[in-house]
């Protein structure tokens, strides 16, 4: 009767694993010159198995600048407002057939004397109208766990904003960048199938043992 619960078990584990990748979806350390003057960044890019990545590029608000080890930016907003072209993006997305599961974005950045001050990370998910954690201008770790950015088989943008300048001349960089996750297959409706009759020869099988063990004295 073991040996049954083993298989039995042995089988669902089988058929509910969805064949996570990686723990990094796509990173970039930013090293060479003068970075900032593409629009996106793609070189020495790391993008997993089975998905797709833009690399880091900004929007129409701000201009690229020159600087070694790092992606670089002037004409960042000087009012205490965020202006919605201010920003460095970011796109990912699954290959047909998989979905990405995000944990977190980590990033180190640097601002110049005069840059801004405050910032603020958000996505396509909501339209880019609510902020996620709590950037800052050297970097920090974005929590993405939650569960509006699980399971998705669609593309998704990130946007790091960046305001409060007190030139527009000066700058903001992205030093270099990971978005953590992972990217697992998609399971297909007869899998699915088969994990809930897994679920309940699993079930059936637990009881028979407990009502069995019952009977013995």
């Known amino acids: 009767m073991k040996a049954k619960t083993t298989a039995i078990g042995i089988l669902f584990t089988t058929l509910t694993w969805t064949g996570a990748n990686a723990d990094i979806i796509s990173t970039n350390p930013i090293t060479g010159n003068n970075q900032g003057l593409q629009n996106p960044y793609t070189a ?16 129409s608000g701000i201009s690229g600048k020159s600087g070694n080890d790092r992606y670089n930016a002037s004409g960042w907003n000087t009012t205490g407002s965020l202006d919605a072209n201010d920003y460095f993006t970011f796109t990912l997305d699954a290959n047909d057939g998989y979905r990405i599961n995000f944990e977190s974005f980590v990033y180190t950045g640097t601002a110049s004397d005069s840059g801004p001050t405050a910032f603020a990370f958000r996505s396509s998910r909501d339209g880019f109208s609510s902020n996620i954690g709590s950037p800052t201008a050297t970097g920090t770790t974005i929590d993405l766990s939650d569960n509006k950015y699980q399971n998705l088989t669609d593309p998704i943008e990130f946007r790091l904003y960046g305001y409060s300048a007190s030139s527009g001349s000066d700058t903001f960089s992205i030093n270099d960048y990971t978005f953590n996750g992972t990217v697992e297959a998609v399971p297909e409706p007869n899998t699915l199938a088969l994990v809930g009759v897994g679920s309940m020869l699993m079930l059936g099988n637990l009881r028979r043992t407990r009502k069995q063990g019952s009977t013995v004295e």
Request: no cysteine; charged share 5%.
């Open 44 to 59: 020495s890019l790391y993008i997993a198995s089975n998905s797709s990545a833009s690399g880091i590029g900004r929007g």
